[in-house]
């Protein structure tokens, strides 16, 4: 309902993967809508991030592939509509808003009242973009300032928990995951790093030294030789690993290069290894598609034990950690995995999300 409150999100988020696929009828009657019906004026309360990446997100992608101005426009527009959702005592975004009141504030069931790291995380790409194409500084001031927030914080063994109060400045809840609540905050830096040009020294420095953290404290080995990534909880570590932790596959490869002290082949590996492990999941389970976590401990490796995991729900993940490997090692093996990902999607019937469709697309490449 966080999202739907504004209509056209399907439509939005699909727009760079209808122009890349050449799809240019579908393309032309998206944009029409996008000018005749895409509104922001309306009463009613919105996740920032997910309205950020779907929506902001969409609009950017389809303005710089197809240079309409449309596009620029409601991008910049709805960034304008974002904004209050900054005014708090830190600057830490709120997680919900209204966009008509300018109204905001966190999912009650966030520790004591926190934003969550993977949010308030994600929004850096957009909003440096929203700034240079605004030509306001605004967009791209908000979001630097919650990396000072966060470098001016002690981190718990050099991590980051998923909950940051936007008020104190102060962490919630010690809960650590690489998955769900955190994933794309890491995702961010390194993109950020890679947007400039590879001059934003520091989105690099809070990329590789949060990896070298992860390494040490949550990535282990189970006893049949698969690379994981677990979560920690106080200083705790619980060894399961959420369907969304295996973007972080691809993300260690795409950041192997530029990687610090000669690890580059180091973090190829690393990928390689998550990428494996995620196969795993699929591998293992009767219908070849990996549940919403699995786990290793009790005797098992990368099963679901639990009933509330062993579902799955369309998440790209998985495929889009295929992608990076192939792109970057080109092994077959990855093509081959992805494939078998969408074959047993169309035997099922399944309408595939776009991030699918662009890799079934890239597959005859």
């Given at each position: 309902m966080f999202l739907s409150?504004?209509?056209?999100?399907t439509i939005v988020d699909a727009l760079d993967t209808l122009y890349i696929m050449e799809m240019k009828e579908e393309f032309k009657e998206a944009k029409e809508w996008v000018e005749q019906n895409l509104d922001f004026n309306v009463n009613a309360e919105i996740s920032v991030f997910e309205v950020n990446i779907r929506f902001v997100g969409g609009l950017l992608s389809a303005y710089y592939l197809s240079g309409e101005e449309i596009f620029r426009k409601k991008a910049v527009e709805l960034g304008e509509k974002l904004l209050p959702a900054f005014n708090t005592p830190t600057g830490i975004p709120w997680a919900l808003l209204n966009?008509?009141?300018?109204?905001?504030?966190?999912?009650?069931?966030?520790?004591g009242g926190s934003s969550i790291l993977a949010e308030f995380g994600t929004l850096h790409l957009e909003f440096i973009h929203l700034s240079h194409l605004s030509g306001n500084p605004v967009f791209a001031e908000k979001v630097m300032n919650i990396r000072k927030v966060l470098n001016r914080l002690d981190k718990p063994e050099g991590l980051y928990p998923n909950y940051l109060n936007p008020s104190s400045g102060q962490w919630g809840q010690h809960h650590v995951s690489i998955g769900g609540l955190g994933d794309s905050f890491y995702e961010y830096l390194l993109k950020a790093w890679l947007m400039s040009g590879k001059t934003d020294e520091e989105g690099r420095k809070m990329y590789y030294d949060a990896v070298q953290a992860i390494e040490t404290h949550l990535i282990r080995k189970s006893s049949g030789g698969l690379t994981y990534i677990a979560e920690w909880k106080g200083g705790l570590l619980e060894h399961k690993m959420g369907h969304l932790t295996c973007?972080?596959?691809g993300m260690f490869a795409l950041g192997a290069?530029?990687?610090p002290n000669d690890k580059?082949?180091?973090?190829i590996e690393l990928g390689a290894e998550i990428a494996r492990t995620c196969h795993e999941s699929y591998d293992r389970t009767s219908m070849k598609l990996g549940p919403e976590a699995f786990r290793f401990d009790g005797g098992v490796e990368a099963i679901a034990t639990r009933q509330n995991e062993k579902y799955y729900i369309l998440r790209p993940e998985v495929i889009?950690?295929?992608?990076?490997?192939?792109?970057?090692t080109h092994d077959p093996k990855y093509r081959q995995w992805g494939w078998e990902a969408v074959e047993v999607m169309l035997c099922i019937g399944e309408i595939l999300p776009s991030r699918w469709w662009l890799f079934w697309h890239q597959r005859c490449l």
């Open positions: 409150n504004i209509q056209g999100a966009i008509k009141s300018g109204i905001g504030r966190n999912w009650p069931w966030a520790s973007f972080a596959g290069d530029g990687a580059t082949g180091h973090h889009e950690t295929y992608m990076y490997m192939w792109r970057l």
